[in-house]
């Protein structure tokens, strides 16, 4: 283990991280040029030399690194890390003796007590994720924790910390036995091919698990749904399942066709009865309002950040204008489903750029529900940001 040092925090801070917080972020140190190596523990002290919080040095677009606890005495160890994936696998223990489904999250960073870590679960096999230098600094710990407190098939890793937090290519096979891919996983029932060694994404977003399910058991039944910024068409396939007349998933990225296909495929929906569109969802929109094209179901799931060659999208800035699109191609007592995982804003600011939306377009709307991270993306009371995800069940009004 490294070596710890002591962190002054700025007078202005120290209340944030007496009621729990856990983000060390940048413009709360005092002394920043006492922080050299990644991975070095370190102690939070107030002016006064007080102590506050132990944690450890991890540079990430969120922060400088995460507080681990509030205890003084508390070693950081292999046990340490032990314990917590101990305990978070067994708040997970419904999910993993349920038959219907073998993907979801088995750690989630700052909720299960580790930030900058994430580990997720498919049928056997763990994916470790690392957002920064200073926490894979204690990989080896973290591997044989997981090895001891459970069965494993095989491990895979991400590596997020290269330039602004961005995935380092890698062979990103770590221990175990190597799985076949595609590897079928379920969710709820449904069937999705899952890649743990091509990239940064696997093929599934495993946080819009709560709203597949809705829109498969609540929505879709004899309507026609838009899949935008599609992916590999897991919402699409969800609103199949549901009884959908058709669905329609446009996204840029060439492999989403053949992804797609697959995932109908596994799910026995015949893919040519579905369309499968390569394009900027942009130009798309004007496509459809030129044909006069409208569906009963739109499906709004942008990255927060998006550029292709003419266009550039930012969720905090350019959600109103994108949603005004998807209400001209929406049918009266239509429903949109608006979803962003931006963090930078929250529900409230998120409704009212939905609100905005609407106004603008001369249209009423009735929100319908409301959705935020599923129970396996446990989160921290004291650190809202962390409860990223924001989905808002719109009907457009007759």
């Known amino acids: 283990m490294s070596k710890e040092a002591q962190v002054q925090v700025k007078k202005d801070f120290v209340k944030y991280f007496r009621s729990g917080y856990p983000l060390i972020n940048n413009e709360a140190i005092q002394n920043p040029n006492v922080l050299k190596v990644e991975g070095s523990i370190i102690d939070l002290v107030d002016e006064k ?196 007349t058709k669905t329609t998933s446009v996204d840029l990225a060439n492999r989403s066709k053949s992804k797609t296909i697959e995932q109908f495929s596994i799910n026995d929906i015949d893919y040519e009865a579905q369309d499968i569109i390569v394009e900027d969802v942009f130009h798309y929109f004007k496509y459809a309002v030129k044909k006069q094209l409208a569906f009963d179901m739109v499906i709004l799931d942008p990255p927060s950040f998006a550029r292709s060659k003419k266009h550039t999208f930012s969720a905090g800035k350019d959600y109103p204008d994108l949603l005004k699109q998807a209400i001209a191609i929406t049918n009266k007592n239509g429903v949109i489903i608006a979803s962003t995982n931006c963090s930078t804003f929250g529900m409230n600011k998120f409704k009212s750029f939905i609100d905005k939306a609407f106004k603008e377009s001369k249209e009423k709307y009735t929100i319908l529900e409301e959705y935020s991270l599923p129970k396996d993306f446990k989160t921290s009371k004291d650190f809202k940001e962390g409860n990223y995800l924001k989905v808002v069940f719109i009907k457009k009004e007759g």
Not at 200 to 228: C, E, H, P
């Open 49 to 244: 030399g007080s102590f506050l919080a132990k944690g450890y040095y991890g540079v990430q677009n969120k922060g400088r690194g995460w507080v681990l606890s509030f205890n003084p005495n508390e070693v950081i160890d292999q046990a340490f890390f032990e314990d917590k994936i101990k305990l978070a696998l067994s708040a997970r223990n419904s999910l993993f003796e349920d038959p219907d489904t073998t993907a979801f999250r088995v750690f989630n960073g700052e909720g299960d007590g580790v930030g900058g870590l994430t580990i997720d679960y498919y049928d056997g096999y763990y994916v470790i994720s690392w957002y920064s230098e200073g926490i894979y600094n204690f990989k080896d710990e973290i591997i044989q924790s997981l090895n001891n407190v459970t069965e494993i098939k095989g491990i895979y890793e991400k590596k997020r910390f290269d330039s602004k937090g961005t995935y380092i290519e890698d062979d990103d096979f770590v221990a175990g036995e190597r799985a076949s891919f595609p590897l079928i996983v379920k969710e709820n029932g449904i069937k999705f091919a899952v890649y743990l060694n091509e990239g940064a994404m696997v093929g599934v977003f495993l946080d819009q698990k709560d709203v597949r399910k809705t829109i498969r058991d609540k929505y879709a039944n004899g309507k026609s749904v838009l899949n935008t910024f599609s992916y590999t068409g897991a919402f699409s396939v969800a609103a199949a399942l549901g009884g959908a």
